[in-house]
């Protein structure tokens, strides 16, 4: 090659050619990061996936790292993203479960909902008003359903994901990584195979209300944040509505609810 060519293709005169790159995205995901040292290498890996980050109305106000995203440090200066909780009923109306895998490195080892991520900053699931997040939230849990608890797509249509509400919650991990997120609370009726992902799911249970309700009494499990207060406030008044068919009351709630 031609030192005219080299010339021609330096750092800055590709950004200044093509203004659509994000200088940061390299930056971000360099080898080198004291923050992620000594954790599983997938997941450290996961941890460069893109995040859509909001203000507090939900809008969306650009995008970040999970890293940057589940740092306390940001979280304390207020950054906040876009997530969603699937919690996934049997035909008998049990509630699937899963215990975060030992490799998490935020919540290792926690039981919590059947599952618990974010959407993508990508065109098919972001979105700037509510009928369209809730349709990229729905894209997102069916892509992570498959990746943590191998459910395959055609077993959970996007069109069985009901809308309920959204939360707005705080909580640390430890004292470096926590959630500071809106996220879009999600039920779907199904009955699936599963074919769990052990870098993420360590085990599953399928549980009634009555079930659940003995689990936390069990002061040797733990239970992360966000299924706790869905728990403490809202998930048994809607599971008996599940089990009478009258859930219909409490679908898209359009107003965010508060819980820091």
């Given at each position: 090659?031609?030192s005219?060519?080299?010339?021609m293709?330096t750092?800055?005169?590709i950004l200044?050619?093509f203004?659509e790159?994000d200088?940061e995205?390299?930056a971000?995901?360099?080898p080198a990061?004291?923050d ?10 996961l941890m460069?996936?893109?995040c ?7 809008n969306?106000i650009?995008?970040?790292?999970k890293k940057?995203?589940?740092l306390?440090?940001n ?5 906040l993203?876009?997530?969603f909780?699937?919690?996934?009923f049997?035909?008998q ?5 899963q215990?975060?895998a030992?490799e ?11 599952c618990?991520?974010h959407?993508l900053?990508t ?9 369209s ?14 990746h943590?608890l ?7 249509p996007?069109e ?5 509400t959204r939360i ?6 430890d ?5 500071h997120?809106?996220d ?14 052990e870098n993420e799911v360590?085990?599953t249970?399928?549980v009634s209300?009555e ?5 936390f009494?069990?002061?040797e499990l733990?239970?992360t944040?966000w299924?706790q207060?869905?728990?403490?406030t809202?998930?048994f008044?809607?599971w008996?509505?599940l089990?009478?068919g ?6 898209h ?8």
């Amino acid at each position: 090659m031609s030192s005219t060519v080299m010339a021609m293709t330096t750092a800055n005169s590709i950004l200044q050619l093509f203004p659509e790159i994000d200088p940061e995205l390299a930056a971000s995901t360099a080898p080198a990061d004291a923050d992620l040292a000594g954790y599983d290498a997938e997941q450290v890996r996961l941890m460069e996936e893109v995040c859509i980050v909001l203000d507090k109305e939900d809008n969306p106000i650009g995008s970040a790292s999970k890293k940057a995203c589940h740092l306390m440090k940001n979280i304390d200066q207020g950054l906040l993203h876009r997530a969603f909780s699937v919690f996934l009923f049997d035909s008998q109306n049990r509630l699937l479960l899963q215990q975060r895998a030992s490799e998490k490195i935020t919540f290792p080892d926690m039981w919590t909902n059947t599952c618990c991520s974010h959407p993508l900053g990508t065109s098919g699931e972001a979105g700037s008003d509510l009928e369209s997040s809730i349709q990229g939230v729905r894209r997102a849990a069916q892509r992570k359903l498959n990746h943590e608890l191998g459910i395959k797509p055609e077993q959970v249509p996007l069109e069985d994901f009901e809308f309920l509400t959204r939360i707005h919650y705080k909580a640390p991990s430890d004292e470096k990584w926590g959630e500071h997120e809106i996220d879009y609370i999600l039920f779907v009726k199904a009955n699936i195979d599963l074919k769990t992902n052990e870098n993420e799911v360590r085990d599953t249970r399928y549980v009634s209300a009555e079930d659940l309700k003995s689990m936390f009494t069990n002061h040797e499990l733990r239970f992360t944040p966000w299924f706790q207060l869905i728990c403490d406030t809202m998930l048994f008044e809607w599971w008996k509505h599940l089990e009478d068919g009258t859930l219909d009351k409490y679908k898209h709630e359009r107003e965010i609810r508060r819980m820091l």
